[in-house]
């Protein structure tokens, strides 16, 4: 072997061992990054504000990821920015990527991180537009878990909107998911999903009868904390329709599963709110004032605005049984300021609703309209090649077109006013819905000068002519109480519904006098209704408060309601049947 030969074989060796070591580090280099991204997936879950260190790092090595890394980095980078509040990045983030994601389950995972972020803005038209998004992509999608997820995001989102009958649909089609491997985990979320829907609607038996499944669905697939959330509902639902004791004795067992699992749970809060109002109602109120403090505070903590409201005002009860009135008046304070808050939250979000179902609907039509015309344009071309009696035909098509453009334009028109109507008018009382009168209310303060009043009243012991007489009387209650009212009411009075038996009226161009006259005449042609037409015979009457523009410095709506809310509260502490005037 010549001096040459031996030494094309060394540089041969040497660099094949120079390959071998890239290789090597390469390959410790991408284990390396998948050791990040796990563990800052781990992170996430337990300790999000942890996460900043390691996003730095992976994005120091954000140069040598492969497209798949690069994709779940953008996620957990999304996921870590919401954990921490910056939504706004988080938006910006995921929409600077999500046109990149082609993998139908990808591209849920990063829809719902958009859906989300908007939620929590505020911005439901937007949050709504991505959950349909990625409702029309789902059949698409190979993952279970993506198609779990995206269903249970929609679902919240529509719970939120109070749109019981559309979650309701989702919650079905998330039940009936394939699972596969003989798992429940669709089937666990789905019969959730079912039963909270069902305890909103107030369909209680309905509910408890889908219990047993739902726990024997989650223990099947080890979803404990799904198992207690399902039973924590059953327990509030136990409370909220006078079952105090047995309410209480269920849920103290769950308490001890909360601190076992996850004590910051939302559902703990709800679940220490409804004990305290078990306990209040029971007459215990040292363990009620316990429960309730707690719930109070944890409710703060999170900042979840609704619940606060809900225990606030469980607290201003407490310390009002209690006697401590001063304590008492701060939590109604909080409480009124939390509902103001809860109800323009609500406008919101019934806005987006209506505005994303008018685009979607129009979207529908148009599309349609387009694949009507690209017929009838195919229908023209062979019609040309023929002779007389095909321009016959054609006229005639064009006939059929044109009046069902004319019926589709009839139809379309028809069912927007409809659904405006719907959308303003309760649909039992035929008066203003409570989204509808606090809107035409607020605008009527502004645009007069002179005297403005707030009327609001609430029905006498209205849950027991309920549990006495059953539903359909207390539904007769409203509905007559609601004609009677009208007939004293002038056509710019604004009159609504706000929610179960409370009502209110908005008047201007009288002063108080003449509308404490009013309030006085409505109440007793209240007092006067015959209940016998409903087959049964029991007394009718009403509490009310009034309260007037000017009176203690109330300058708009929000402070002249609260001032109606508090003569209300009087007129029922005194003893109801009574009209009380905000002073």
């Known amino acids: 072997m010549t001096y040459r030969s031996i030494q094309r074989l060394f540089v041969l060796a040497l660099l094949a061992a120079l390959f071998a070591i890239g290789s090597s580090v390469a390959a410790e280099q991408k284990l390396s990054v998948d050791e990040l ?11 999000p504000e942890k996460s900043i260190g390691l996003l730095t790092r992976l994005q120091e090595l954000r140069s040598t990821f492969s497209e798949k890394q690069i994709e779940r980095f953008t ?132 509910a408890r009868s889908m219990l047993p499944e739902a726990i024997a669905a989650c223990d099947g697939d080890n979803r404990k904390m799904m198992t207690l959330v399902v039973k924590t509902r059953a327990v509030v639902d136990l409370i909220d329709t006078g079952h105090y004791g047995e309410g209480i004795n269920e849920g ?125 344009l195919t229908i023209e071309k062979a019609l040309q090649q023929g002779k007389n009696q095909n321009l016959l035909l054609l006229m005639t098509l064009g006939l059929i077109l044109l009046s069902i453009l004319g019926a589709w334009l009839v139809r379309t028109l028809r069912q927007k006013n409809i659904f405006r109507t719907s959308a303003q008018i309760d649909g039992l009382t035929q008066v203003s819905n409570r989204a509808h009168f606090m809107e035409c209310s607020t605008q009527a303060f502004k645009d007069s000068d002179g005297h403005v009043s707030v009327v609001l009243f609430d029905m006498d012991h209205f849950k027991k002519i309920n549990d006495t007489f059953g539903h359909a009387a207390g539904d007769w209650v409203l509905k007559t109480v609601c004609d009677t009212v009208k007939t ?45 037409p409903c087959g049964f015979s029991f007394l009718i009457t009403a509490s009310f408060g009034l309260a007037t523009r000017g009176i203690r410095g109330h300058s708009n709506f929000e402070e002249t309601l609260a001032g109606a809310d508090k003569a209300l509260y009087f007129s029922k502490n005194e003893g109801r049947n009574r009209v009380s005037v905000f002073q």
């Open 252 to 376: 103290a067992p769950l308490l001890l599963e909360f601190s076992k699992t996850n004590d910051a749970s939302s559902i703990l809060t709800q679940l220490e709110e409804a004990i305290a109002r078990g306990y209040l109602k029971k007459g215990d109120l040292v363990r009620a004032e316990q429960y309730g403090l707690r719930a109070y505070q944890r409710s703060t903590l999170e900042n979840a605005f609704e619940m606060r409201e809900k225990s606030s005002e469980t607290m201003a009860k407490i310390k009002r049984a209690l006697g401590q009135l001063n304590s008492a008046i701060e939590y109604y304070d909080i409480n009124l300021e939390l509902k103001k808050k809860v109800l323009d939250d609500q406008l919101l979000k019934n806005l987006a609703y209506q505005r994303v179902k008018f685009d979607m609907q129009d979207k529908a039509n148009e599309l349609a309209l387009s694949e009507q015309k690209n017929k009838t």
């Open 488 to 532: 004293h009411l002038r056509k710019t009075d604004i009159f609504g519904r706000l929610g179960g038996e409370e009502f209110a009226i908005c008047l201007s161009g009288i002063n108080q006098e003449e509308v404490l006259a009013l309030a006085e005449r409505c109440r007793v042609a209240i007092s006067e209704i015959d209940s016998n």
């Open 75 to 206: 996620l957990l980078k999304a996921s870590s920015l919401g954990l921490r509040g910056k939504q706004l990045e988080r938006i910006d983030l995921v929409k600077s990527y999500v046109e990149q994601v082609s993998n139908p389950d990808s591209r849920l995972k990063f829809l719902y991180e958009l859906s989300d972020a908007y939620t929590r803005l505020g911005d439901y038209e937007n949050a709504l537009k991505a959950i349909n998004e990625s409702i029309l992509l789902l059949p698409k999608a190979i993952s279970v878990n993506a198609k779990v997820a995206t269903l249970s995001a929609a679902i919240s989102l529509s719970i939120s909107l109070h749109t019981y009958d559309d979650a309701l649909k989702i919650a079905e089609r998330l039940y009936s998911l394939e699972a596969k491997n003989g798992d429940f985990f669709a089937k666990c979320y789905g019969l959730a999903d079912r039963i909270r829907i069902n305890f909103l609607m107030g369909n209680s038996a309905d």
């Open 37 to 47: 991204l796990n563990s800052l997936s781990a992170t996430l879950k337990t300790a």
